[in-house]
Structure formats: structure tokens, C-alpha cells
């Protein structure tokens, strides 16, 4: 296959990025999100692009429809049949509470309780079965929740996981009777201990498939229609694809699709720049997304919490989301204390400054005021400042060059915590790695951030405003399994280890076969959930071998813990609870070089320069202004500096020192180090391979 798109849809924006290797060039777009479809800005996208769909080999789609529609409870009405007994799972929940301290706040389950229906049915944790399933009960609780208009069934019984008898003949019963094809039964989707987490995430499963699959059907509809030959391809919550056919059986995976594929973005721009650890930090007109990368390895947990009491135990790329986007509103709150989102200004009516009705300041104009951003894009920068003026500098008897400071000061601090949260919940030192600035606010914010916490070094891809589309052009196959034993190690059949891994290969290597994608090589990980004997946390514990003894997994383990927790204890007994395997079909490497053109970079800095202006940092400065796309492919630069394109700004302060290498990433060095920072890590210069 040789064009390949990939096309984000992100809060704000919907971004493509189309690669033609034949005829060495790309070709990008960025429209406004259709939120209400959308299929509709996916679309518009492709017609901006100016090449029909005809025209493409292949479509790889980031979406965030079934985020969205979880978070705004726009979910699809869902029954439940459980076990006698459990119906109160979803809500007791794990006896936390919304807020730490007092006694506010509140829960709502994704399924009501007069739609959680119980049927007399038993199997313990070692799969043997104490009460049968009811079929009667079962056949009545099915017509009870289509006489109550459901669209979508979830059958989630006390250990299927041990034993999926019972699941599996309900699910024939409802199939007999259910109209339509969304029946979701627990151990299908997760067949992990933990009812609660498993039900959770069936019950997420099933309540976005008719959106998902509505929203699919029309987009690709629409493409068939313009001549797209082949299946859409859907970006899942693993950083892998799977085609629109079939992606909504698993709809749950789709869950943070569209951070998982900046993340791959991130994951295919180091390693040809030779940098293998990576914060990644993305900033868009809605939120933040932040994401840490090891050793060339992105993150993938199965322990994603996507709100409170919303645990989606699938495997996903580990990303935190911070509600500070280029977007955010900030304002005054009743006792007098300025704050930053994560209300959000969104695509519509957007900043103030982009007099489409705005009416609230937001960060994008607290950076258009202080110079950051190009006035000449903004027709109603005037309004901004009035606004701003009136609602946060007056009160606050600042001028509005400090109230818009205060802002950007608020919005960088939120954005630091996050990620601190991120590395050192992982066990990282932030000195410790770059800073991956992308998203179309990122690069604005990156150096201040990396001052904050002591990051000696920025990299900014070419394209930081369209880095997710990038991942999805990017991103390879991937299928994950994960299958409980809940075993302590000494009762542990080793040979059950080894036909449960060896399973899990084979049936990733078949549904990596089955996709219509052409793969270059297959590999295979393999690990294990394990823990001391009476803990309730599992750490993940990375498998050299299909085939591990007794003693590897006991030793690789005691490393594990000691590696995480400085600590060891040889007194108390590990177990193990789940067996993991992922399988990941590498696709052809697309030539990133072409992000950049050549033939629009000029021979010096001063031929790349468009003109100067006042930006503000922490006083005025007469700051030089590049088109990015025109610096030079040896330029370098010393801080204060602005680059703009077509899709991103980037900020270089005062002292801060930039360098590009041959892909045309930039190479900020933050600079001089404050206190706490660690010097340069000891990673090669940027070059490309």
C-alpha cells in the first residue's frame, strides 16, 4: 500500500496527515471538530487535503467518540443480567468516595439499578459450578429489559473468568431473542479476576457499541460512496488498529485512541532521533495529555481509570489528562482566587480573540496578548483584551500583560503536576528525560514547563500540531490477551503457563493475518500480574521467555518489586495472578523526512525571518519571528525567538538554545539550569536513521 492517512479527531480539531512515498511528498489539513458528527470534520479533512479517497491505500482513524460519549453520559440505554446477589457491584464499587475529604459528592453508575437484573446462577473461583444457570429467569430478565427499551445487553457472571459456561449459554439465549447484534459477555471482553473492574469495563463495552458503530457505519458509508475501496482502520486505546468491521464488538478498546496515537508518534519520531526516553506532552485546545516512554518502550497499563469509579481494565497506553488546553477559560472564582479550567472555550465559540462569539478569556488569549501568538490571525484581539481586563486584571489590580502572565503561570503549573504525577508514580526522575512537546499549544508552553521541572532538553516533532495524525499513519497492529490464574507460585502448573502463552501468540499472529494491513515482521511480549500473597495491587512483571520456571518467575518478580520499591521481602509468598501476552504487526516505516519540504527552506536565518515583535517575558522583549518551515537545515538559534506554521507556534525564551536535525525536529535546550536541574542525559545528538 503506498498513500496512507492518518486522521485525528481530537476536541478542538480534527487533523490528517497524508503520505504519498511514490510521489515524495505530504500533504496536511486541520478542521474544526464537528462534534455533533463526527464523520462530518473527518470528511472535510480529506476534501482540504485535495485528494479524493479514491486515491488512498489506506485510512487509519483516531477517534474520540466513545471517550466522549462515556465522560458526557451519552451512552446507549444497557441492561444487565449478573449473578443472584451482585447486582450492586457497579456501584458498591471499592468502598472509595468522590471527594477525599466531606461528604459531597456523587456516583452514577453507567447502568441504572432497575436495569442491573439478577438470575439464579453459582461457579466458584475455581470454575466449578454450585448453582446452574436459571434458564427461565434468564429468558424473562432479557424480554423485562427489551420491554424497557434497552439497545444493549451485558451478561457479567461471578467468576466466568474461571469458567465461561454460564456466560456463554446466556449469551446464546439472548442472541435468540436480543434484536441486535450488542451483546457483550464479561469474559469475552477481560478475563481477569476482580468483578467489579470487569463488570465496569463490560458494562462500558456495551454502552458505547451502537455509537461507535453508528459513527463508523456513516464515515465509512460516506467514504465507500467517494471511491475508498477498502475497510476504515480504527486507532485503539493499545496504540494498535483494527478495522471498522470489527472494532465495535470491542468498543471499550477505542477508549483513549486519540492520546494513544500521539503517543506512537512520540514512539517513531525518537527512535529515529536516537532518544529513548521520552515525556511526552501533548497540549490541545481541550486538555493535556501526558505520557512517559522507557527505554523506547510507550506505556501500556491495564488499569486505566478513565473518571472516578470508571475503571477500564483493557490494556491501554498510559496516558494522564490534565483539563488545560489551548482553550481553557479562566476566570474568577467567588472568594477572589484566579483559576484555569478545565472548562473549555472548545472549537466553537472558541478564544475570544477568534470573534466567533467567545465571550470568556481563555489561554490562547492570554498568549496572543503577550505576543506570543500572530495578532494578524486573530480579528478580535481587541475584544480579549477589553474582556480580560474586565474580568480578571481589574479585580485583581494587575495590568493585563500580569493578569495574562497569572494565567499561563496557573495553566504551566497544573501542566507540571500532571506530569510529575506521571513519571514519579512510575518510579522516574523527570531530570531524567526529554521533554516531547507536541499537540497545537504544546510547543508554546514546553520550555517553561521544562524549566519547572528540571528537564534539561525540549524536542519538538515537525509537525506538533498534527503529531496524533502522524500516529495514526504510524501505528502497527496490535492485539493484547490477558488471562487469570490466581495462583500462589508454589501451586502454580507450570505447563498451564506455557499452553496459555503459547495460546495467546497463536491467536494474536491469526487476527494480525486476518487485517487487510501488510506487515514487515510480528513480535511478541509476554508478562505476568503478580503479587505478595494477601496484597491487592499487582505489579507487571515482564517475561524473557514463553516458557519460565517455577524459579524464573519467582526471581524475575523479587527484581520486579525490588526495582519499584527498593524493598524486599523473602519472608512472604508471590502469587500470580494474570498472564499477559501482547503481538504487534510492525508495518512498513513511513520517510518522516517528508514532513517538512525541502524545497521551502531557505539558505540563512535572516531569508527565514518574517518579521519582529514585543513578546512579553515577564517584561517586553523585541522577539524575531521564523516561519518555521523556512529555517534552515542547519539553524541554530538562542532564545528570545518565535517559530510559526501552518498548524503550531513554538517558544524559545530568553537563553534557551535550538538546534534541528535532518527529520527537521527542534532540539530546545533549556539553559542556564536552575537549582535541581540534572545536566544534559548522556543520549546521542539528534540525528536521523
Given amino acids: 500500500m503506498t498513500i496512507v492517512a492518518g486522521i485525528d479527531v481530537g476536541g478542538t480539531f480534527t487533523d490528517l496527515v497524508l503520505f504519498d ?51 458526557e453520559r451519552r451512552l446507549a440505554r444497557t441492561g444487565l443480567i449478573t449473578t443472584q446477589g451482585f447486582r450492586d457491584v457497579l456501584e458498591l464499587g471499592r468502598r472509595t468516595r468522590p471527594n477525599p475529604y466531606g461528604m459531597t459528592g456523587r456516583f452514577t453508575p453507567i447502568i441504572p439499578r432497575d436495569l442491573r437484573l439478577e438470575v439464579p446462577e453459582r461457579t466458584d473461583a475455581q470454575g466449578r459450578i454450585l448453582t446452574p444457570l436459571d434458564e427461565a429467569t434468564t429468558r424473562q430478565a432479557i424480554a423485562h429489559l427489551l420491554a424497557q427499551g434497552c439497545e444493549a445487553l451485558v451478561i457479567h457472571f461471578l467468576h ?15 442472541r435468540e431473542l436480543w434484536p441486535t447484534p450488542w451483546i457483550t459477555a464479561g469474559h469475552q471482553l477481560l478475563s481477569e479476576s476482580r468483578e467489579y473492574e470487569r463488570g465496569v469495563t463490560a458494562a462500558v463495552n456495551a454502552s458505547v457499541q451502537p455509537v461507535l ?153 492570554a498568549n496572543l496578548l503577550l505576543g506570543r501568538l500572530d495578532p494578524a490571525r486573530f480579528p478580535a484581539l481587541e475584544s480579549a483584551r477589553r474582556i480580560l481586563t474586565d474580568t480578571i486584571a481589574a479585580p485583581l489590580s494587575l495590568t493585563p500583560e500580569e493578569a495574562a502572565a497569572a494565567i499561563l503561570r496557573i495553566a504551566d503549573t497544573r501542566m507540571a503536576n500532571a506530569i510529575r504525577m506521571v513519571s514519579l508514580s512510575l518510579g522516574a526522575d523527570p531530570r531524567d528525560y ?149 503481538v504487534t504487526g510492525h508495518r512498513p516505516p513511513l520517510d518522516l523526512r517528508l514532513l517538512l519540504d525541502p524545497t521551502q527552506r531557505r539558505p540563512t536565518l535572516a531569508q527565514a525571518q518574517t518579521t519582529t515583535r514585543p513578546a512579553w517575558f515577564g517584561a517586553w522583549h523585541d522577539t524575531p519571528v521564523y516561519r518555521r518551515d523556512h529555517l534552515p537545515p542547519d539553524a541554530t538559534l538562542t532564545g528570545p525567538a518565535i517559530l510559526e506554521q501552518m498548524d503550531s507556534t513554538t517558544l524559545l525564551p530568553p537563553g534557551d538554545r535550538l538546534a534541528q536535525d535532518a527529520d527537521g525536529n527542534l532540539l530546545i535546550e533549556i539553559s542556564p539550569p536552575g537549582p535541581g536541574r540534572k545536566p544534559a542525559p548522556s543520549t546521542p545528538p539528534l540525528t536521523s536513521s
Fill in 434 to 582: 526529554t521533554l516531547f512537546a507536541f499537540g497545537g499549544a504544546g510547543p508554546l508552553h514546553a520550555a517553561a514547563l521544562a524549566r519547572e521541572l528540571g528537564l534539561p532538553r525540549v524536542l519538538v516533532p515537525a509537525r506538533p500540531g498534527i503529531t496524533n495524525a502522524l500516529g495514526c499513519a504510524t501505528a502497527d497492529l496490535r492485539f493484547d490477551f490477558v488471562r487469570t490464574l490466581a495462583r500462589p507460585l508454589p501451586s502454580l502448573d507450570i505447563a498451564d503457563v506455557h499452553t496459555i502463552l503459547a495460546t495467546h501468540e497463536s491467536q494474536g499472529r491469526a487476527l494480525i493475518a486476518a487485517e487487510p494491513v501488510p506487515t514487515t515482521s510480528i513480535t511478541t511480549t509476554h508478562a505476568a500480574d503478580m503479587q505478595f500473597v494477601g496484597q491487592t495491587h499487582l505489579l507487571r512483571v515482564p517475561l524473557p521467555s514463553p516458557t519460565p520456571t517455577l524459579a524464573d518467575l519467582h526471581t524475575l518478580f523479587e527484581q520486579a518489586y525490588r526495582a519499584r520499591f527498593h524493598v524486599e521481602l523473602p519472608e512472604i509468598r508471590p502469587a500470580l495472578v494474570n498472564l499477559a501476552t501482547s
Fill in 160 to 174: 466466568a473468568y474461571a469458567n465461561p459456561t454460564h456466560e456463554l449459554r446466556a449469551a446464546e439465549i439472548a
Fill in 213 to 365: 458503530e453508528r459513527y463508523l457505519a456513516r464515515l465509512q458509508s460516506e467514504l465507500t460512496l467517494r471511491g475508498y475501496p477498502r475497510d476504515l482502520l480504527v486507532v485503539t486505546g493499545n496504540g494498535g488498529m483494527a478495522s471498522a468491521r470489527t472494532v465495535s464488538r470491542e468498543a471499550a478498546k477505542t477508549v483513549m485512541s486519540g492520546p494513544a496515537s500521539g503517543v506512537m508518534a512520540a514512539l517513531a519520531t525518537a527512535r529515529r532521533a536516537g532518544i529513548p526516553n521520552l515525556i511526552t506532552y501533548d497540549m490541545g485546545g481541550t486538555s493535556t495529555d501526558v505520557a512517559l516512554i522507557k527505554s523506547g518502550t510507550a506505556p501500556v497499563s491495564s488499569e486505566i481509570e478513565l473518571e472516578y469509579a470508571m475503571p477500564i481494565h483493557l490494556p491501554m497506553v498510559d496516558v494522564r489528562t490534565v483539563g488545560a488546553g489551548g482553550g481553557s477559560i479562566a476566570r474568577l472564582t467567588p472568594s477572589g482566587l484566579l483559576e484555569v479550567g478545565p472548562a473549555s472555550a472548545g472549537a466553537d465559540p472558541g478564544p475570544i480573540a477568534a470573534g466567533r462569539g467567545g465571550t470568556l478569556p481563555t489561554i490562547t488569549d
Fill in 21 to 71: 512515498p511514490t510521489a515524495g511528498t505530504v500533504r496536511l489539513a486541520k478542521t474544526p471538530t464537528t462534534p455533533a458528527n463526527q464523520a462530518t470534520g473527518a470528511l472535510a479533512a480529506l476534501d482540504q487535503a485535495g485528494v479524493p479517497p479514491s486515491q488512498v491505500d489506506l485510512i487509519i482513524h483516531g477517534t474520540t467518540t466513545t471517550t466522549n460519549a462515556v465522560l
